[in-house]
């Protein structure tokens, strides 16, 4: 074999290895919104896949209302709330919404075998870096509270 044909050859390889690793890779997508109602639900789409946690924060600090909820990933779609005010309807306002899915390693092996055991195979804009080590995501919005 000529010297040419085998740096051809080592050429495709690493081209054929490269491109196996970034369709391994998963750059994330979510949007949220709410119901629309006084005791919001929040319904997302996402391409996390399934079996995967997430947390979900809804905040007003004007009128110090903090609550959480968790859901789990099914189909692509998660649906977490309602949220309430001891029961009640939430005060008229805007709220900022933060959907989470915390390291890789509190997620599902389902989940894991996706996105990584570190969630090294996430990219993209809503993914973080944490200060304990690997990935974790975050998506942050506004809802508004009729």
């Known amino acids: 074999m000529t010297i040419f044909k085998k740096l051809i050859k080592s050429l495709l390889l690493v081209v054929l290895v490269f491109a196996a690793g970034s369709a391994l890779a998963l750059n994330v997508t979510l949007s949220a919104k709410s119901n629309g109602s006084a005791t919001p639900t929040i319904l997302g789409k996402t391409n996390l896949p399934d079996g995967t946690n997430l947390m979900f924060s ?35 306002g805007t709220y900022t919404l933060e959907v989470s899915m915390s390291v890789a390693r509190v997620q599902s092996t389902t989940a894991q075998k996706v ?8 990219t993209g804009a809503l993914v973080k870096k944490s200060e304990f080590g690997g990935n974790w995501v975050s998506y942050n919005t506004s809802i508004k509270i009729p």
């Open 58 to 92: 809804l905040e007003n600090k004007g009128i110090a209302y903090h609550a959480q909820t968790h859901a789990v990933v099914s189909g692509g779609k998660f649906e977490a709330g309602p949220f309430s005010l001891r029961g009640s309807g939430l005060s008229k």
């Open 115 to 122: 996105i990584g055991s570190d969630g090294e195979k996430l």
